[in-house]
């Protein structure tokens, strides 16, 4: 065990030997305080008061901020003038308890439960400044926890300085170090937003610009190199094909014709070539099936036919066909 | 959250995306248009907000039967 004793330092000199006379002794850093403390801390802690699942998140946007602490403190100035200076679009609705003594717990406890009915409250801010660790107390209460808890608002914890750390601090959704801390971290600089809106704009602004000065090139484009050029091509191409085509039919019918003509004169020179009377002229002469007509080319069917007519160039004759005969 | 709140934020995210969006540039230029002009007219609702007046500061008070009353403590 570690011990803190306040007391009378002397020295023997004669032994050269510091002596002690004490007359206070107590346990090193845990006072009756401080061992409550943990206590508490254990408890609320196995019933899961600190865990994350239970922690808020901010809104990125307060435009409504309770702030539960003393009216005339120095944290109460701190907190108002740094929200006002971050976020002046901002309304911060004071509600003002005890901070230490006997009562703070119970008013801080009442304050988180009349906020919410309050309405449209963003954020709450509870805190106070510096102090002793009895001065800090309230924010070490039971029930001031279990009001946080049960608060359904965000809140941010700013108790004392950056060293002091409390059980409202455990409990709260963030815990900030100090009560400008606190102020800071629930609403941003409006200057930020500010600039980020401007610059959306702009982006906007240049995006729809180079859009449209594309557009507007490209219909130029078009009425210059292209489109009316291309209707005008077409139009004239058009003509022409047009003119072409009745020029190509004309010369077609022409030429088909003509062609035709030199068909005709080959048809005529080619049946002239195949009348047969000019072969029988010549000595030869046609056999056909008396009966039928029809023409007769082999011995077989000369024999079948029975009858022949036989055709010379000055006339025909009826045959009878009597027998093969050898060559 | 107050509504106040929730449609500010729900404003920059939508005035975010719609730049994003419209620099992507999948759109044609009708919805680019209309994108466009939305995304103005957050920015102004925006900026309108952001410029209103200073913070203003008030005091929540209980009277004896319980009733809040806010009084204005600005200094």
């Known amino acids: 065990m570690q011990v803190i004793a306040h007391g009378r330092l002397t020295l023997y000199e004669t032994y050269g030997q510091f002596q002690m006379v004490v007359n206070v002794i107590e346990e090193a850093g845990v006072g009756d305080l401080e061992r409550a403390f943990q206590k508490l801390k254990e408890k609320l802690g196995k019933e899961g008061l600190f865990e994350v699942e239970h922690k808020q998140a901010l809104p990125a946007y307060a435009f409504r901020i309770a702030v539960v602490t003393s009216p005339t403190g120095a944290a109460v100035r701190d907190i108002i003038a740094t929200l006002s200076r971050r976020w002046p679009c901002s309304e911060i609705l004071v509600v003002p308890v005890r901070v230490q003594g006997d009562l703070a717990a119970g008013e801080i406890v009442r304050a988180l439960e009349q906020i919410p009915r309050a309405g449209a409250v963003d954020l709450v801010i509870l805190g106070r400044g510096g102090g002793s660790l009895e001065d800090l107390w309230a924010f070490n209460e ?41 102020a800071e971290i629930a609403v941003p600089n409006v200057d930020d937003v500010f600039s980020t809106v401007v610059e959306s704009q702009r982006r906007l602004g240049r995006n729809m610009k180079a859009r449209l000065d594309g557009v507007r090139s490209k219909i130029q484009e078009l009425l210059k190199s292209y489109a009316l050029g291309q209707i005008r091509n077409r139009i004239q191409s058009q003509l022409q094909t047009y003119d072409y085509a ?27 070539g195949l009348d047969a009377r000019a072969v029988l002229s010549r000595g030869y002469a046609i056999c056909a099936d008396f009966e039928t007509g029809k023409g007769v080319q082999t011995v077989d069917g000369a024999l079948l036919a029975g009858n022949l007519r036989v055709t010379f160039s000055d006339g025909s004759v009826l045959s009878e066909v009597k027998e093969r005969v050898d060559e | ?25 999948d759109f044609s230029l009708e919805e680019s248009l209309q994108r466009f002009e939305e995304g103005l007219k957050l920015g102004k609702s925006c900026k309108e907000i952001l410029e209103k007046a200073e913070a203003k500061v008030k005091t929540l008070v209980e009277d004896s039967e319980g009733t809040l009353r806010e009084e204005d403590a600005s200094p």
């Open chain 1, 142 to 182: 039971e029930s001031v926890a279990r009001a946080i808890h049960a608060c359904p608002l965000p809140i941010i914890s700013a108790v004392g300085h950056e060293t002091d750390v409390t059980i409202a601090d455990f409990v709260a959704d963030v815990r900030a170090a100090t009560p400008t801390m606190a």
């Open chain 1, 246 to 272: 009745i020029e190509k039919l004309q010369r077609n019918m022409i030429d088909r014709i003509a062609r035709c003509g030199v068909r005709l004169d080959g048809f005529v020179a080619r049946l002239k």
């Open chain 2, 1 to 25: 959250m107050s509504e106040k709140s929730k449609n500010f934020e729900e404003s920059m995210k939508r005035l975010e995306a719609i730049v994003t969006e419209l620099e992507k540039g």
